[in-house]
Each structure stands twice: as structure tokens, then as C-alpha cells.
């Protein structure tokens, strides 16, 4: 099975709501993960990463937080805007060529 | 830079019909990737390449064949198509030292088998 997942596939939000997207891994020996956002016909997009010495990274309206004890992921978009709207991956990289993807969760932005 | 190209963007194959999905990238990248991402799932690898002549399978391999002959390009050969080869593939690079281990990835290329 899949060692990188997400709790819920599809999550619809509010505009100008904050997001929080869930992302739960069973790979203790993983030490970087990465957000990616995909449109719809488009290729995966970098968002942020982070590294297994760290707990929380920001970027510009989003941040990253990594709970090692639980193995788990978060995303969090502030004041989410309809371009927002995507799906979204988190993918754990276990060794320093692969990296392995969850299943996705489907944002909806509601104007 | 054009970064990852991928073609065809689109395809229809016949079952048993073969066909080359051609990627190439222009950032001197060293590593590229395959990957196939069926409806409403995540990306599975395909088979990845850490440098030219240099190949190795990742989860999904069976069915597939790549080489890298060069460092820009890393086509993806699939032999005696199947329905369940249907599926978006997408190619992906990684420069060998770099801050973040971030894929930089392609359009796609949306395959259907009939």
C-alpha cells in the first residue's frame, strides 16, 4: 500500500477562508516532503517543502507543518482564493532520488 | 528555458498497438523521472534515471521501457499496449545538487488504450 496518503479526498472551502489539507505518512525513515498543486491538464506544481529537522515552514499565504511523533502533514492556505482551487499532493522522498506521492485531496473554492 | 517538454499531449493506441512518449528538458537536469497518474489517484513511478545510461525501474514498470542516451531526453517506450495502460504520464527532472529535492514536471501526455 501507499505509505504517503491524504485524509480527505475533496474539501470545499469558503473564499477568503483559510485551508488546512491533511497528509499522513508511515515512513519514519523519511526526511523531506513536498506540497505539490495540480490544475486541472497541468503538470504537479512546487509549493513548499520541508525537511524532517524542521516543524513548520511558511511561504507566501501558505504553510507547511510537520508532526513527526504522529507522521503527519499539514498544508495551510490563508484567505483562499479561487485559484486556489486545484488538487493537491504531498509526496515524501525516502531515499535522494524518489519521490512518492499520496492520493490527493480536490480543493473547491465556493464564492 | 522551455523546461520539461512532453509529446505527444494526446494519444489513442489500439490494444497491442506500441508507441514512444518522448520528454525532453533543457535545465542540464541529471535526474528524470515517469510517472502515470490514473483518475483520481496519485503519481506512481514508473522508472527514473539518475544520469545518461544510467536506468532504473520504480513501482510500475512492467510494460514500459525507457532509455537515456542523452542527458536532455528520456522517452518512455510502451510494447503491446493495454487497456490498463490508459492513463496520464507525466515526466519529471531534478538537478542533481540543488536546496530542494523539488520534481520539476511536464504537461502530460493523456493516453488512452482501445
Known amino acids: 500500500g501507499e505509505s504517503v496518503g491524504l485524509h480527505l479526498p475533496t474539501l470545499s472551502v469558503q473564499e477568503g477562508d483559510n485551508s488546512i489539507i491533511n497528509c499522513a505518512y508511515s515512513?519514519?525513515?523519511?526526511?523531506?516532503f513536498i506540497w505539490y498543486k495540480q490544475e486541472s491538464g497541468k503538470g504537479p506544481q512546487f509549493i513548499i517543502d520541508?525537511?524532517?529537522?524542521?516543524d513548520k515552514r511558511q511561504g507566501q499565504r501558505v504553510t507547511v507543518l510537520l508532526n513527526k511523533t504522529v507522521k503527519h502533514l499539514s498544508l495551510q492556505i490563508a484567505a483562499t482564493q479561487p485559484g486556489d482551487s486545484a488538487v493537491y499532493f504531498c509526496?515524501?522522498?525516502?531515499?535522494?532520488?524518489?519521490?512518492?506521492f499520496g492520493a490527493g485531496t480536490t480543493v473547491t473554492v465556493r464564492a | 528555458n522551455a523546461g520539461v517538454t512532453q509529446t505527444p499531449k494526446f494519444r489513442i493506441l489500439k490494444i497491442g498497438q506500441s508507441m514512444t512518449l518522448q520528454c525532453t528538458q533543457d535545465?542540464?537536469?541529471?535526474?528524470m523521472y515517469w510517472y502515470r497518474q490514473d483518475p483520481g489517484m496519485g503519481l506512481k513511478l514508473i522508472y527514473y534515471?539518475?544520469?545518461?545510461?544510467?536506468?532504473d525501474k520504480g513501482e510500475v514498470p512492467n510494460g514500459y521501457n525507457v532509455s537515456r542516451s542523452t542527458t536532455e531526453d528520456f522517452p518512455l517506450r510502451l510494447e503491446l499496449a493495454a487497456p490498463s495502460q490508459t492513463s496520464v504520464y507525466f515526466c519529471?527532472?531534478?538537478?542533481?545538487?540543488?536546496?530542494?529535492?523539488?520534481?520539476?514536471f511536464g504537461e502530460g501526455s493523456r493516453l488512452t488504450v482501445l
Open positions: 519529471a527532472s531534478r538537478p542533481l545538487a540543488a536546496r530542494t529535492r523539488e520534481l520539476f
Open positions: 515512513n519514519s525513515a523519511s526526511d523531506y
Open positions: 520541508i525537511r524532517s529537522n524542521m
Open positions: 509526496a515524501e522522498n525516502r531515499d535522494d532520488y524518489k519521490l512518492s
Open positions: 535545465m542540464n537536469h541529471n535526474y
Open positions: 534515471s539518475v544520469g545518461a545510461g544510467i536506468t
